[in-house]
């Protein structure tokens, strides 16, 4: 190869917003709602803060001295690009570096989640030029390929190059579990809702996982084909779970998409997983139980979300079953 000044072997991934060109093509056709514009502007208004400067929440800094005294940097040197509805990010190829990459992913993806979208992509490790605007490297082309080819679901799967780069630190987090969790399909990938991580402006963990269990409740209504068309009957679970306040006054139930679908299908088989592994840390305790009557000590403070469908959910509303 020829010897690039700037090239170097770093960890990239290749990260898809789901559902962005839908949200787009709704803009540009003057169907979309206010909250949908909102959402727009709320993930673009981020992902543009974040490359220029982090905000500084849940990253790992480091200090560097310097003859002028000590500066402040991010752990692992991540560069972020970011186009439209995609975002590469790109670390050094060290421990700490994939410390880093996890780490940024996670903050990306927790963060909009907040707004009910869902991120799908790839992290890989090899060689890629990543300086500024100016991107390009086998690394780089890998995960672009892993995401548009081998990743179904809204995941982030992590590549062989990543064990093999990093097989001396298997059992470091967060290459271990329950960071890193292998799926039915044999691929590893980053946990969607990691343990007590949350954006800043959400008041607890418990919180965001309510605020991220009626995003997916409204989606598995939305591209259910078989309550597609039941609109009005389905707009008065609003009363619990506030969608008006993300998705705005004109909630549309009539997008019925099995191919859709089945991304929320896992994303809810991924909460319920979360709610398994983490249980011991949201068993409500005797305040818990005195502040809500409806609790008892021991008893789960956010359910599952197959459990609450029979109390609220589409069978309870219509009679139906998915």
Same mark, same amino acid.
């Given at each position: 190869?020829?010897?690039?000044? =700037?090239? +170097?072997?770093?960890?990239?991934?290749? %990260?898809?917003?789901?559902?962005?060109?839908?949200?787009?093509?709704?803009?540009?056709?003057?169907?979309?709602?206010? =909250?949908?514009?909102?959402?727009?502007?709320?993930? %673009?208004?981020?992902?543009?803060?974040?490359?220029?400067?982090?905000?500084? +929440?849940?990253?790992?800094?480091?200090?560097? +001295?310097?003859?002028?005294?000590?500066?402040?940097?991010?752990?692992?040197?991540?560069?972020?690009?970011?186009?439209?509805?995609?975002?590469?990010?790109?670390?050094?190829?060290?421990?700490?570096?994939?410390?880093?990459?996890?780490? @940024?992913? /996670?903050?990306?993806?927790?963060?909009?989640?907040?707004?009910?979208?869902?991120?799908?992509?790839?992290?890989?490790?090899?060689?890629?030029?990543?300086?500024?605007?100016?991107?390009?490297?086998?690394?780089?082309?890998?995960?672009?390929?892993?995401?548009?080819?081998?990743?179904?679901?809204?995941?982030?799967?992590?590549?062989?190059?990543?064990?093999?780069?990093?097989?001396?630190?298997?059992?470091?987090?967060?290459?271990?579990?329950?960071? /890193?969790?292998?799926?039915?399909?044999?691929?590893?990938?980053?946990?969607?809702?990691?343990?007590?991580?949350?954006?800043?402006?959400?008041?607890?963990?418990?919180?965001?996982?309510?605020?991220?269990? =009626?995003?997916?409740?409204?989606?598995?209504?939305?591209?259910?084909?078989?309550?597609?068309?039941?609109?009005?009957?389905?707009?008065?679970?609003?009363?619990?779970?506030?969608?008006?306040?993300?998705?705005?006054?004109? #909630?549309?139930?009539?997008?019925?998409?099995?191919?859709?679908?089945?991304?929320?299908?896992? %994303? @809810?088989?991924?909460?319920?997983?979360?709610?398994?592994?983490?249980?011991?840390? #949201? %068993?409500?305790?005797?305040?818990?139980?005195?502040?809500?009557?409806?609790?008892?000590?021991?008893?789960?403070?956010?359910?599952?979300?197959?459990?609450?469908?029979?109390?609220?959910?589409?069978?309870? +509303?219509? =009679?139906?079953?998915?």
């Amino acid at each position: 190869m020829m010897k690039v000044e =700037g090239y +170097e072997k770093r960890f990239v991934a290749f %990260l898809d917003i789901l559902g962005f060109s839908q949200l787009i093509s709704k803009i540009e056709e003057n169907t979309c709602d206010e =909250g949908d514009f909102s959402r727009v502007k709320s993930v %673009l208004n981020f992902l543009h803060n974040e490359s220029q400067e982090s905000n500084g +929440e849940h990253d790992l800094p480091i200090y560097e +001295e310097t003859e002028d005294g000590y500066i402040k940097k991010e752990l692992g040197d991540p560069r972020i690009t970011y186009v439209s509805d995609c975002v590469i990010i790109s670390t050094e190829g060290s421990i700490n570096g994939y410390r880093a990459i996890c780490n @940024k992913i /996670t903050k990306f993806s927790t963060d909009i989640a907040c707004d009910g979208i869902f991120l799908r992509g790839a992290i890989t490790f090899g060689n890629i030029y990543h300086h500024g605007p100016l991107l390009f490297g086998t690394a780089y082309q890998r995960a672009y390929y892993l995401e548009e080819n081998e990743v179904k679901h809204p995941r982030i799967i992590v590549d062989d190059s990543v064990f093999q780069h990093l097989s001396d630190h298997k059992d470091t987090f967060p290459l271990c579990s329950p960071h /890193t969790v292998i799926d039915e399909d044999g691929k590893y990938y980053l946990a969607n809702f990691p343990l007590k991580y949350h954006p800043q402006y959400v008041f607890s963990w418990d919180d965001y996982l309510l605020r991220v269990k =009626g995003k997916i409740l409204y989606h598995l209504n939305k591209f259910d084909e078989q309550v597609s068309g039941f609109g009005h009957e389905l707009k008065s679970l609003d009363q619990r779970y506030c969608w008006k306040e993300a998705y705005g006054y004109n #909630l549309n139930f009539d997008g019925g998409d099995s191919r859709v679908l089945k991304k929320y299908l896992w %994303l @809810k088989d991924e909460f319920n997983r979360t709610i398994e592994t983490h249980s011991r840390w #949201l %068993l409500a305790g005797e305040e818990a139980a005195t502040i809500n009557p409806k609790l008892t000590k021991g008893k789960l403070r956010i359910s599952p979300i197959k459990q609450q469908a029979g109390y609220w959910g589409v069978e309870h +509303e219509l =009679g139906r079953y998915r």
